[in-house]
């Protein structure tokens, strides 16, 4: 089966401008997570979504958003960059077992994301 | 609130030698405790988890870490080094014992192999 996708690999972007990210998960993981990781750090949550329903929002600023179709793909959308912006952003999928629990988390490449 | 500490934001051993890599963590709830690795321009490696049962885990490429509740550790260990464990590795726990697809991250270890 194939791993997590994640498209672009790369993008650069002007500070003001707007970026949609996307993510495929694994087949038959229903969970999608976004991470932030700036260069030297470890990765930052962002968001969860799990049946299309947004199930946790790390402390991120409103310009950030996700979502998740029927397929469970998603995307974050990140509005009117900032410099501080620039970092490799991670999408994580996962399976769901018994009493909810989320499982262990399988993660994409990344999108490298430069803002200039 | 849960975070997660890693002793040494770098470590370098030679090849052959013992890996160690250190990682205290804080949770008010029964955590789930995974070790990831990041190889240059990469995503994350799953490299073992604890969430319950045996203290002492076993994962890919010959690491294992053992859960410490007493210590508030999760050490990451391999006997011997080889040159392609060069990279950085994450310890990571998880919000209210895995119901929630949030993990936080320590601050990472960089592990140089040398010759």
């Known amino acids: 089966d194939a791993g997590v996708t994640q498209s672009p690999t790369h993008l650069i972007k002007t500070r003001g401008q707007h970026v949609t990210l996307r993510c495929s998960p694994i087949s038959g993981h229903k969970s999608v997570s976004w991470y932030q990781q700036v260069l030297g750090q470890g990765p930052q949550f962002i968001f969860q979504y799990y049946e299309k329903e947004e199930r946790g929002r790390g402390n991120f600023p409103d310009r950030f958003s996700a979502r998740q179709f029927p397929n469970y793909s998603s995307e974050l959308n990140v509005n009117a960059l900032l410099l501080g912006d620039s970092a490799l952003y991670l999408c994580a999928s996962s399976h769901t077992g018994l009493a909810g629990y989320f499982g262990e988390q399988y993660f994409g490449p990344g999108t490298r994301l430069t803002v200039t | 609130a849960q975070s997660v500490t890693q002793l040494g934001s770098h470590v370098s051993v030679s090849e052959g030698a013992l890996v160690l890599l250190r990682c205290n963590y804080s949770?008010?709830?029964?955590?789930?405790l995974f070790w990831y690795v990041q190889y240059p321009n990469q995503g994350l490696q799953l490299l073992l988890k604890?969430?319950?049962?045996?203290?002492l885990v076993k994962g890919i490429n010959g690491f294992e870490a053992e859960f410490k509740k007493s210590e508030t550790s999760f050490h990451l260990t391999k006997p011997s080094a080889h040159m392609s464990d060069a990279a950085e590795y994450f310890c990571?726990?998880?919000?209210?014992?895995?119901?929630?697809?949030?993990?936080?991250f320590g601050q990472g270890t960089t592990l140089q192999v040398k010759p």
């Open positions: 604890y969430t319950t049962g045996a203290t």
């Open positions: 949770s008010s709830v029964p955590p789930y």
């Open positions: 990571a726990v998880s919000g209210a014992s895995g119901n929630t697809g949030k993990l936080i």
